[in-house]
């Protein structure tokens, strides 16, 4: 794995414009193996079945798979237009894939169709904004924590799931540098484990000290006074500052509220959904209970056990005191036509 670049992360998503290559997340962390993905189909496949997840990264993987999709069809638009839509459809909640599909598709139609070569330069600035973006939350979402804070994030969104430094813990990294955290929790994040297995690779790569607890724990842990933030990042925003987000991170903020914390949720615009206003219009991804049997170590599930597998949740706007992009620090109430405000 290539050592760590402080502005831009490091690259999990690498593509020449005609080959593309993801570290295989469902591996880590112990095994870091690469997927080289032939076209668009493989390309879906690998969102579905979180090979790459969280909400920029799968972006960047849909933007960099119209690439490959264009120089397969070549000069076949309708073709391509149909496998686009297919790649939209891998995952429902992150608004990011469905955005960045809808960019790719403007830039074939001011091109005058799917040219493979603009289509991989545009992918690229996809890529390369959110690498800036991840930057400037960092430092916008640092200065709203007190030196001598405790943290607790939920799943992962550090550069696994993202084009850069990630977005809650693009912040938690830069609190950390700036000395302002005394303490730092990862939520387990059941069922896939993005806490346990993925945030704490990350932070253990930074040398960020940390301990991960169960879900269960997080109220006992603000109880015991070590949580001043609960930072997290975000897979849409509604206008009104709505968020879904992994399933858990609304259960936070009401513990958080309860506690008198404060709930910081850190994303670029690419997740504001304008169009939507109530976080009730959000489509909740619901995934294969056999996630849940399998994270409590069930090969065979026995007769008559039953589960249900929602993997986002919606954490209404009241519930959050900040909402950081690339565009600065928002709070409430939310306005994202406008540039956030340092405190
Ligand atoms: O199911 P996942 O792992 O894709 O869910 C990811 C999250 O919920 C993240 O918090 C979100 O995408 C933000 S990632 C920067």
């Known amino acids: ?18 080959g593309l290559r993801l570290l295989d997340q469902r591996l ?13 189909n493989e390309a879906a496949a690998a969102i579905r079945d979180l090979v790459v997840r969280g909400a920029p990264a799968i972006g960047i993987t849909a933007a960099y798979a119209a690439v490959l999709a264009a120089r397969q069809r070549d000069g076949d638009t309708a073709g391509w237009r149909a496998d686009l839509e297919r790649l939209a459809l891998a995952r429902p909640t992150a608004v990011n894939l469905s955005w960045a599909v809808a960019r790719m598709r403007a830039c074939a139609e001011s091109a005058g169709g799917p040219d493979a070569d603009q289509l991989y330069q545009e992918a690229c600035r996809i890529h390369e904004e959110d690498i800036a973006a ?13 030196p ?40 387990e994040t059941r069922p896939w484990l993005q806490g346990a ?21 997080a109220a006992s842990l603000m109880a ?45 615009s690419s997740t504001v959904d304008a169009n939507l206003d109530s976080g009730r219009a959000i489509t909740i991804e619901e995934r294969d209970p056999d996630e849940i049997w399998g994270a409590a170590g069930l090969v065979s599930v026995p007769e008559g056990f039953a589960a249900w597998n929602p993997v986002f949740d919606i954490t209404p706007a009241e519930l959050i005191d900040c909402i950081v992009t690339e565009q600065g620090a928002h709070f409430p109430p939310y306005d994202f036509s406008r540039p956030g405000t340092a405190l």
């Open 148 to 187: 001598g804070s405790g943290v607790l994030t939920h799943c992962n969104t550090g550069s696994l799931a993202t084009g850069g430094i990630g977005t809650a813990l693009g912040v938690i990294a830069e609190a950390w540098r700036q000395q302002r955290l005394s303490r730092v929790f990862a939520d």
């Open 224 to 268: 015991a006074g070590q949580v001043d933030w609960v930072v997290v990042g975000a897979d849409r925003i509604t206008a009104r500052g709505d968020v879904a987000n992994k399933i858990g991170t609304y259960m936070l903020a009401v513990l958080a509220r309860h506690h008198g914390l404060r709930c910081m949720v850190v994303a670029p």
């Open 28 to 40: 880590l962390p112990g095994e870091e193996r690469w997927l080289d993905l032939a076209d668009v």
């Open 134 to 146: 991840n930057r400037a939350m960092a430092v916008a979402g640092a200065e709203q924590i007190e």
């Open 1 to 18: 794995m290539a050592k760590i670049d402080e502005a831009r992360g490091f690259q999990v998503i690498q593509c020449d414009g005609h």
């Open 197 to 217: 297995r993925l945030t704490a690779w990350e932070l253990a790569r930074l040398k960020i000290p940390f301990r991960v607890i169960v879900e269960g724990a």
